[in-house]
């Protein structure tokens, strides 16, 4: 899934590069340019076909669209590009510059056309991996639910089993029946182990820990059956014990996992309603924590790449001169000179599209400072949010005062970090108390071990000399006082 979805940035990367030298001039659009953008189109069918092969190799294989017919359309259109942009440069070479306009024309509109497929193929793999992913996380998410569920049935059972044995007489006619029913419990979570091993195989962040706490269980209960079929009753409560404990730990866990799991779910609905200035609008009960703290996230990644554009688009100097002039046009528009000719070129057109970039991250903070501002007042949260909703305020005055600046860019970074504590703080205080796991602490106290003190511990005590005054009559008393005065040596 994550290569699928880096194929598809790749693609709409690919898209945005081959739309923007369409846009150059006739000296800068060149055919060895178009023909890096050709190489890097058949780089990412190679990388797609790889993909698929391992897809199908999968138990289980993802949804991965590839469009060969799509594929087609733009090499051909690529290669046409290459092709008129190739007559260009030969026209060029035999001065006959009608044709070679005529030729650079057609390639810029080859190469329009295979920047809009290019995108629509992008939007279609975005599309179907969300919707595919979506599908294959509510299947994941209802089975860990259901492992949930009978981790939950299996601890009620061993914690009931537990205090049964805690109170049974090891000549009780009944202890071989107990004893059968605590190998019965170990074959139920032999399922559970199963259905976990089959979930791990999609969702890899399952696969380490739950492996470390599965062989937890598994080492607990082959140790109270050994125990208690050596009529070991004492230890083998103990062991039981220990089962409950690995087994709620990894309850806790999974539990976790699953949270993740909705939060992504709830995050793909929001963000599937529509993307009009690059954020979803989510769902009739608005965006959810996740969500804004995802948005914002891509919302900052928008800003680096506008201030990258920004860097590497910088508009030329106006050449030098002792008279007032015009200074070399700035990219994509023309440039001013001072009256030295020596102030930068404005480059209107480069301006225009920082702009507009700028005014459109600017709404989208907006809307997501609204979005916070929603969700914190239907949680019922006012202190805890209103540093965030005013930090968010103080971007969107630096944005709209300040432009692209790395102070704001900073500021963005810090509110991510804010973002992702409020998000934990809530799920901290929103835990199931119902039955939560807790690292035991406390040494296991045996109620029924106690009754029978051994050797060891009895010689053992700080001291076992007694040294309170014996009840004697005064004559013996006197008899003991002077049998200690005398050397017995």
């Known amino acids: 899934a994550k290569k699928a979805e880096k194929l598809q940035k790749d693609l709409e990367k690919l898209a945005d590069d081959q739309d923007d030298l369409s846009k150059k001039s006739k000296e800068e659009n060149t055919k060895e340019?178009?023909?890096?953008?050709?190489k890097k189109f058949e780089d990412f069918q190679k990388q797609m076909d790889?993909?698929?092969?391992?897809?199908?190799?999968?138990?289980?294989?993802?949804?991965v669209p590839q469009d060969k017919e799509a594929e087609k359309d733009i090499k051909k259109d690529q290669q046409e590009a290459t092709d008129d942009l190739e007559k260009k440069e030969q026209n060029e070479q035999q001065k006959d510059e009608k044709n070679a306009q005529q030729n650079a024309q057609n390639a810029q509109q080859k190469q329009k056309n295979a920047s809009k497929k290019m995108k629509q193929m992008s939007a279609k793999m975005s599309q179907s991996m969300m919707s595919g992913?979506?599908?294959?996380?509510?299947?994941?998410?209802?089975?860990?639910?259901?492992?949930?569920?009978?981790?939950?049935?299996?601890?009620?059972?061993?914690?009931?089993?537990?205090?049964?044995?805690?109170?049974?007489?090891?000549?009780?006619?009944?202890?071989?029946?107990?004893?059968?029913?605590?190998?019965?419990?170990?074959?139920?979570?032999?399922?559970?182990?199963d259905s976990l091993f089959a979930l791990s195989l999609r969702q890899p962040m399952l696969s380490e820990q739950v492996n470390s706490k599965i062989t937890d269980v598994f080492f607990n209960i082959d140790k109270s059956l050994s125990q208690l079929s050596e009529n070991q009753v004492y230890k083998g409560v103990a062991a039981q014990q220990y089962t409950m404990t690995a087994t709620n730990d990894l309850a806790s866990f999974l539990s976790d996992v699953l949270d993740n799991m909705e939060a992504q779910m709830n995050?793909?609905?929001?963000?599937?309603?529509?993307?009009?200035?690059?954020?979803?609008?989510?769902?009739?009960?608005?965006?959810?924590?996740?969500?804004?703290?995802?948005?914002?996230?891509?919302?900052?990644?928008?800003?680096?790449?506008?201030?990258?554009?920004?860097?590497?688009?910088?508009?030329?100097?106006?050449?030098?001169?002792?008279?007032?002039?015009?200074?070399?046009?700035?990219?994509?528009?023309?440039?001013?000179?001072?009256?030295?000719?020596?102030?930068?070129?404005?480059?209107?057109?480069?301006?225009?599209?920082?702009?507009?970039?700028?005014?459109q991250i600017y709404q989208q903070q907006a809307q997501l400072r609204q979005a916070l501002q929603d969700r914190l007042g239907e949680a019922g949260t006012k202190g805890e949010g209103k540093q965030l909703l005013k930090d968010m305020e103080d971007i969107e005055l630096d944005l709209i005062?300040?432009?692209?600046?790395?102070?704001?860019?900073?500021?963005?970074m810090d509110l991510q970090h804010q973002l992702l504590k409020m998000e934990n703080a809530t799920f901290l205080q929103g835990e199931d108390t119902k039955r939560q796991s807790k690292t035991n602490t406390k040494q296991y106290q045996n109620d029924v071990i106690d009754q029978i003190p051994t050797a060891k511990e009895y010689f053992n005590t700080t001291e076992i000399l007694n040294r309170q005054a014996l009840p004697l009559q005064q004559v013996y008393k006197k008899k003991v006082q002077d049998y200690f005065k005398k050397d017995h040596d």
């Open 33 to 38: 340019k178009q023909e890096d953008l050709n």
């Open 50 to 63: 790889d993909l698929q092969k391992d897809n199908e190799a999968l138990k289980k294989p993802l949804d």
């Open 133 to 193: 992913g979506q599908q294959q996380l509510q299947e994941d998410a209802s089975m860990l639910r259901q492992i949930l569920d009978n981790l939950v049935l299996f601890s009620f059972e061993q914690e009931d089993l537990m205090n049964t044995f805690k109170s049974i007489q090891i000549n009780s006619n009944n202890y071989g029946k107990y004893l059968r029913k605590q190998g019965s419990l170990r074959e139920n979570f032999e399922l559970v182990d």
């Open 267 to 359: 995050s793909g609905q929001g963000q599937g309603s529509g993307k009009g200035q690059g954020m979803g609008q989510g769902g009739q009960g608005g965006m959810q924590l996740p969500d804004i703290i995802m948005s914002q996230e891509d919302l900052k990644k928008q800003m680096e790449d506008a201030m990258k554009k920004g860097d590497e688009g910088k508009p030329d100097e106006g050449e030098n001169g002792n008279k007032s002039g015009e200074g070399k046009e700035g990219k994509d528009g023309i440039g001013k000179g001072s009256p030295n000719g020596n102030e930068q070129g404005e480059g209107e057109g480069n301006s225009e599209k920082m702009n507009g970039e700028l005014y």
């Open 401 to 412: 005062n300040k432009g692209f600046t790395n102070q704001t860019l900073q500021k963005m």
